[in-house]
């Protein structure tokens, strides 16, 4: 099954975990600055004959759009785990650290959040197969290159899925802005997974119902809350600094 990359950030990190998946690779020649030559240099020692110029007219077409930077890629999807037992069995020797997005449909929030869950080492996100984003050529841009590495599961019914966790020994943690404690009050170091909903709206009662515990991030300012990517940030490296320190 194949898939369009685009931008820098994307298929650079194909270029270094999986070349061999990179059918084709598209850049504008008209685009003459340092980013696009060191990318060259990078792309042609690799990928030879599939390296393709193209002018901005061709990429647009390929796309649908003008934001791809300049580069784009054809490629196979890489073979990542594909439900929740091959997820957590594929988690060997470690706590787990996950992530549930309810109702996040804006696929540059979507590719946001898979950012910043690459960036606090977590192991895998849930989403509904309803209501919700998935991966596209904007979501791999916009998580630079994160939606190549991260296990994406995608379920039928979100708060069965939740409760299968729940018996596999993980902790539902969700995010709810009237919630007493904060994120800062509990343990994050064991089996976790971390329940962000929709910016505004926040989780579905159901998914809020099936929560084993509820917590708040503390706002000082005039603003009633974050947007869903920095709100995932917080609590996520939150998670991150209690299993570091508990390491030393």
């Known amino acids: 099954m194949k898939q369009i990359l685009l931008g820098f950030h994307a298929i650079q990190v194909r270029l270094r975990l999986d070349p061999e ?61 594909r439900n929740l037992a091959e ?35 977590v192991h895998g996100v849930i989403v509904p197969k309803d209501r919700s984003a998935h991966i596209n050529a904007t979501v791999s841009k916009v998580s630079s290159g994160a939606s190549e590495v991260i296990p994406l ?40 997974a971390i329940v962000m909903g929709a910016e505004g709206e926040g989780m579905r009662r159901l998914t809020r119902e099936t929560c084993d515990e509820l917590v708040h991030i503390p706002m000082r300012g005039v603003v009633e809350s974050l947007n869903v990517s920095v709100a995932s940030g917080v609590c996520l490296f939150e998670a991150l600094r209690q299993r570091k320190v508990q390491l030393k």
Request: charged content about 25%.
């Open 87 to 121: 997820l957590i069995d594929g988690i060997d020797g470690q706590s787990p650290l996950l992530m549930i997005l309810d109702g996040i449909t804006d696929p540059h929030n979507l590719g946001a959040c898979l950012r910043v869950a690459d960036g606090a080492g």
């Open 153 to 192: 599961i995608t379920v039928t019914n979100l708060a069965r899925s939740m409760r299968e966790m729940k018996e596999m020994g993980i902790w539902l943690v969700g995010t709810d802005d009237k919630a007493v404690k904060s994120i800062y009050d509990i343990d994050l170091t064991g089996p976790v």
């Open 21 to 81: 998946s990179l059918k084709a690779v598209y850049y504008d020649p008209a685009r003459r600055d340092r980013r696009m030559g060191d990318f060259l240099k990078q792309a042609e020692s690799i990928l030879g004959e599939r390296l393709h110029s193209a002018d901005s007219e061709r990429l647009q077409k390929l796309t649908g759009h003008d934001r791809h930077q300049g580069v784009v890629a054809l490629a196979d999807k890489i073979t990542v785990a």
